[in-house]
Structure formats: C-alpha cells, structure tokens
C-alpha cells in the first residue's frame, strides 16, 4: 500500500511558523490581519494595480506624459499609493534602452504597484549581478535584446521606487486599456521580462 506524502517546510518556512506563532501567542500581531494583508499583496494587488498603470500609459498619451514626469502622482490618480510607494519614478524602455530595476542595499520595491516581491528579486546574486552583468541576468531569464541596445539599471533605495513602463507590443493600436493591461507581466515592470504578446492571450 502506498501513502502520499508532502514535502517538510523548508529552514525558512519553519523559521517564518516559528516567530508567527510566538508574536501570535505573545499578543503582538492578529493572524486574522496578518493573512488579510498577506492575501492584500498577493491576490488583490499583485502587479495588477501596476498592469493597469502601463495599461493606461500605452493608450493615453497625455498621461504618459505626466507619469514620466511624476510617478508619484501619475500612479496616484489611478489609487495606488502608500507605504513603498511614496516616491515612484518611472523610466521608459524604447527599441535603443532597455531598463531594469533593483535594490542592491535590501530589498526596496514599490508594494501599491507591484505586490510582493519575487524572492529571486531579494537575492544576493541578482542584487550584485545585476549591476556587474545586466545583460548576462537577462540572458537567464530568457530575454534577449540586441547588442546595440544600451541597459540601464535602476537602483532603488529607502528614497525612491522605480517602475519601468515596457513597450507596447505591436498589434494591440485598437486595444482598450482592460485587454491591454493583460499583456502587462510582473517582470515587465522590473525590467527582467517583456510584455506578453496579442498570440499569448487566449
């Protein structure tokens, strides 16, 4: 007779059980507003509420505008701001710049946007190399641009909140925002990634 059996927790998971359930039992957070912020980030959010930014960027010109000139309060108006994203900049990747963005210091990264962070993007590898061989980091993950294409790297920090506004993939000119925020990936906006195309959409 065979029994299914699941994996142990991880050094990290345990180590996360561990100190919840001692603030837990010490009185010091609610695991009922810990798991609503966690689902927050994770399902509500996620890099939807950004999505929608670069949505709206690719199909209004005149907001564009104002969201290269002032992230902050370009992403605003759409409702997306708080703690991690008080002071968001955001550069324009073109077919000459590709742009990426880090934290080398930690892990800064713009929550209301975004969502959670990747794991791989708090790394110490991908914090360092980035940096030293950007072009090398897109390589592993997959993304390709041309030797002519200059790579600039952004570093967040305690101060400011990168976002990068990906280019708009060709064949979407009749697209409303609503089907145009669909192609918009995560890794889009962090510069790891591209958007999805019209092909990939089912």
């Not at 005149?62 to 708080?82: D, H, P, Q, V």
């Not at 990747?93 to 080398?104: A, D, E, K, R």
Request: contains cysteine; proline residues 8%.
């Amino acid at each position: 007779m065979s029994h299914d059996h699941t994996e142990p927790p991880g050094d990290i998971e345990l180590r996360v059980r561990a100190l919840e359930s001692l603030l837990t039992e010490k009185g010091l957070i609610d695991p009922s507003a810990l798991d609503e912020l966690v689902d927050t980030y994770e399902n509500r959010i996620g890099p939807r509420n950004g999505a929608q930014v670069v949505a709206k960027a690719w199909s209004d010109p005149e907001y564009k505008r104002r969201l290269l000139e002032n992230g902050t309060a370009a992403i605003a108006e759409l409702g997306f701001s708080g703690v991690q994203g008080e002071d968001m900049v955001v550069v324009e990747n073109t077919p000459g710049v590709h742009n990426m963005t880090v934290c080398t210091l930690c892990s800064c990264y713009p929550w209301p946007t975004l969502g959670l962070p990747p794991v791989w993007y708090k790394s110490a590898p991908y914090r360092s190399r980035v940096v030293i061989d950007p072009r090398g980091v897109l390589a592993e993950f997959g993304v390709g641009v041309s030797a002519d294409t200059e790579i600039r790297v952004w570093d967040s920090s305690a101060e400011v909140r990168y976002l990068v506004l990906p280019e708009r993939p060709a064949g979407t000119e009749t697209w409303n925002e609503e089907r145009l925020a669909q192609l918009v990936t995560r890794d889009s906006m962090i510069g790891t990634g591209f958007p999805k195309t019209p092909d990939d959409l089912p």
